[in-house]
């Protein structure tokens, strides 16, 4: 597998956002035919580096940029596309109308004659990249029919008919099963074989080490190191990947002491979740983990009231509550920050201000009306109390950064009084800076005696910052862990199992 | 020059910069161009006319802020005013008391309210756009007036209800009072109601504004029955002012309010939007076409400057915010 030179180096790659540095001065080599696994957290800057390599940001003066061992001055998205980088993003940027032919192709549709377009070209495109993957599709089939893991296999085709030389895979086993993961394994065996490089971005460790000859791990931004495969563990590469050091302690106390504060016996919503029974104590934090799909969001809706269960019980302080909606649950002290930020959690063009009283508007009336002299003081007192960088209060909200808009979207769940605050993937689209600070706050609110549920699929995060952690599989809680009779390794490999 | 735009941003807000620019030039236009501009009669005939495309321009605006439409504006209006007048007729035509004449505007604001309700239960339950929904509404209502009134007009009502349409009270006309109580209620709604704050929030993002617990579908059923109400309003001034009901009164002015909205600032998408712009913008389209009668020009040539007067709002609006972000990156 040594060859002369590497398909691609890259040194001292440097990308500042508005005075964030995203990349601080990265090296990243592919060699041709090889499997690499680009590897960190969230925000450690594996995006970001993929969009240098692919044109789409101009690295700062200084870097230096080989393909196939010829300098490149300036990429271009144009130019990746005719050297043959191609990229499978996560959310696989695919037309569910059209056909999988047509989804494979697409690129070639601009080129007919005549500037129509030629359908058995593509046709014919289409089943040639889907030959060398070795697979076997209806071409005709609309996309939208197919499961998840033919869609990604769809998404890879595509990648084929440029002419790939090297593909880079975001987290391509996010939303798949552990058959359907093996079968993508499988698919870039084939690919490997048949001389294409593939870079996979992914943070399951297993799959990773199954799979990849080197890896690459970065963090905040900076290289960490480049490892060869062969004596690496899943545990060895966690800690690369969070360099956090080993007497980071985890937070779990005993709450037996404390009352009840939620019971939830036996509840059920068909397809969705089953038999699901726990108690939740007065300032304990009950963390929730699991693969995408486990019905952990599903699980929650229906204790915020927006969903209604088939079957079970949902105990407020010992009484059986039954929400017709989330206006009920919101009355009665249960609140959701809802993982979508972006198109649920909070309403991006209006200001600050309305965002942060929205769900408590009965607090500040005045004599029927909205006292804007209310309003203002308990604006100013969330934004103080949790510590929000903001302009001021009538800015969009969608002009804050990820982390202070999270604060302002739990601060709007605050100001209602809640005894039950549900966080569902807090610290999604966070920068890793500002995760600890939301954690901060959470671990406070707790302190205070908020109960607290932390749903998270980062296994890491609830592992630290919950007081007990439930592992869910396809709507059932497999197995409870107290983190303080468990490793992180333990529960990462039972959730990646 | 750049203190005096933030201090008048600050006092009045950004939206009111262009219908307060627009006021100013339509007014030195015409002041140098008719003599006559700068009189009480313009004034006199703009006070007059105004209030019933004011009316309905309020009864769109509600459903345009919560990123909604509604096309049944002018016929809930006409079926409005054939509900008062079946009311004055049933207790003795132009002889009918004043007790009547009240029933009667009951009935009116009670049929606004049932046509806006229905409306908004349809938008609200099956989550049809409101353009079909409204559409449906504004066919079915047109139907159904131009069935009970064979097509005809339906007239003769007591002296007393004309001033409504066309009398002065301390020496401003009734229906321009009237006019302005109702956009002073309107302003109250939108800026101090939690119907108000709603049904801005659900204009940009009505699923978040779910998941913050407000109650979507009521705010959505009661918007659309407070348009029908206003449009109600509007169905009692245009009786007492043609002194008649006709189904088919005031249908030009259907696109007009929505005009008048986006002229005021009115984000077009929904979720953002005051009343004070809307109604300096109203003023304008009427004072433009008032201007034009008096020099001589066709009615039908005002409207045509309407749409002009809009896209050189909307263009130097554009210009405005490049000009705003151009500023920022140099600064």
Not at chain 1, 54 to 82: H, N, R
Not at chain 1, 245 to 265: E, M, Q, R, T
Not at chain 2, 109 to 125: H, N, R
């Amino acid at each position: 597998m040594t060859v002369s030179h590497p398909l691609l180096s890259l040194k001292n790659i440097k990308v500042t956002f508005g005075g964030v540095r995203a990349l601080k001065g990265v090296s990243f080599e592919v060699n041709p035919g090889e499997v690499h696994c680009l590897a960190g957290e969230n925000g450690c800057g594996k995006s970001t580096l993929i969009k240098v390599i692919t044109g789409v940001y101009t690295p700062e003066d200084g870097a230096e940029f080989l393909f196939d061992g010829k300098p490149i001055a300036a990429m271009t998205p144009t130019l990746a596309q005719s050297l043959g980088i191609q990229v499978i993003w996560q959310d696989l940027a695919l037309f569910g109308e059209m056909s999988v032919a047509e989804n494979i192709g697409f690129q070639l549709a601009v080129k007919g004659k005549y500037g129509l377009i030629d359908k058995s070209a593509i046709d014919a495109a289409a089943k040639k990249a889907l030959a060398r993957l070795g697979i076997e599709l209806d071409i005709h089939m609309p996309l939208k029919e197919l499961a998840i893991a033919q869609r990604q296999i769809v998404a890879i085709a595509r990648a084929l008919v440029g002419e790939a030389r090297l593909v880079f895979m975001d987290e391509p086993t996010a939303s798949l099963t552990q058959s359907e993961t093996d079968y993508l394994i499988e698919i870039v065996r084939n690919l490997q074989a048949s001389g294409v490089a593939v870079v996979f971005v992914s943070h399951r460790l297993a799959e990773v080490l199954e799979i990849s000859d080197r890896i690459t791990v970065l963090r905040d931004g900076a290289l960490v190191g480049v490892y060869p495969v062969e004596g690496m563990t899943q545990s060895r590469v966690t800690e690369l990947m969070t360099g956090r050091n080993f007497d980071s302690a985890v937070i779990a106390a005993d709450h037996d002491d404390a009352p009840v504060v939620l019971s939830v016996k036996n509840l059920t919503r068909h397809g969705e979740f089953s038999n699901v029974s726990f108690d939740l104590r007065r300032g304990e934090t009950l963390g929730i983990t699991g693969l995408l799909g486990a019905g952990r969001t599903e699980l929650a809706l229906t204790l915020f009231g927006m969903r209604q269960p088939h079957s079970g019980e949902i105990l407020l302080a010992g009484e059986k509550v039954r929400f017709g909606s989330n206006r009920d649950a919101i009355r009665a002290g249960v609140a959701y920050l809802s993982e979508d930020r972006l198109s649920l959690g909070l309403n991006q063009p209006q200001s600050i201000a309305d965002n942060l009283v929205m769900a408590s508007l009965d607090r500040i009336l005045s004599g029927g009306l909205i006292s804007s002299s209310r309003k203002a003081n308990v604006v100013a007192h969330w934004i103080s109390e949790l510590g929000v960088k903001i302009g001021t209060p009538d800015d969009p909200i969608r002009t804050l950064s990820g982390g202070n808009q999270q604060r302002v979207a739990i601060a709007k769940w605050l100001a209602i009084g809640p005894r039950i605050l549900i966080l569902d993937a807090p610290t999604v689209g966070v920068d890793v800076g500002a995760r600890a600070g939301i954690f901060d706050i959470v671990r406070k609110l707790a302190a205070e005696g908020l109960s607290i549920i932390l749903i998270s699929d980062e296994p890491p995060e609830v592992y630290f910052n919950a007081d007990r952690v439930i592992h869910m599989v396809e709507g059932r809680f497999q197995a409870v862990y107290d983190p303080r009779q468990t490793s992180l390794t333990e529960l990462e490999s039972a959730v990646y199992a | 020059m750049k203190t005096f735009v933030q201090k008048f941003n600050a006092t009045f807000g950004a939206d009111m910069g262009g219908p307060v620019i627009a006021f100013v030039s339509v007014m030195l236009i015409f002041g140098l161009a008719a003599d006559n501009f700068l009189s009480l009669a313009t004034f006199g005939s703009v006070a007059f006319q105004l209030p019933e495309l004011g009316l309905l321009t309020l009864a769109m605006l509600l459903p345009l802020l919560t990123g909604g439409i509604n096309l049944s504006i002018t016929f809930t209006a006409n079926l409005a005013g054939l509900a008062a007048a079946w009311v004055l007729q049933a207790h003795g035509g132009a002889d009918a008391p004043v007790s009547a004449f009240l029933l009667a505007c009951l009935a009116a604001l009670a049929t606004g309210a049932a046509a806006g309700a229905l409306t908004g239960v349809a938008i609200a339950y099956t989550r049809a756009h409101p353009i079909l929904v409204t559409l449906s509404m504004m066919i079915f209502l047109r139907g159904l007036g131009e069935f009970l009134t064979r097509g005809g007009d339906v007239s003769g009502f007591p002296a007393y209800v004309a001033p409504l349409g066309h009398g002065s009270l301390f020496g401003l006309p009734i229906p321009l009072l009237i006019f302005v109580f109702c956009v002073a209620a309107w302003h109250v709604l939108l800026t101090r109601s939690k119907l108000g704050f709603g049904l801005l929030m659900i204009g940009s993002n009505m699923e978040a504004a779910d998941y913050s617990g407000l109650n979507t579908r009521k705010i959505v059923v009661l918007v659309y029955t407070l348009s029908g109400v206003m449009c109600a309003v509007a169905g009692i001034i245009m009786l007492a002012r043609f002194n008649s009901v006709r189904v088919g009164h005031g249908e030009s002015y259907l696109l007009i309010t929505v005009l008048a909205a986006f002229l005021g600032g009115v984000n077009p998408f929904g979720g953002f939007g005051r009343v004070l712009p809307v109604f300096v913008a109203l003023v304008v389209l009427q004072l433009l076409s008032s201007g034009l009668n008096l020099m001589g020009a066709n009615q039908h040539l005002a409207t045509a400057l309407w749409g002009v007067l809009m896209i050189v709002v909307m263009t130097a609006r554009t210009l405005a915010s490049n000009y705003r972000i151009f500023m920022r990156k140099k600064a």
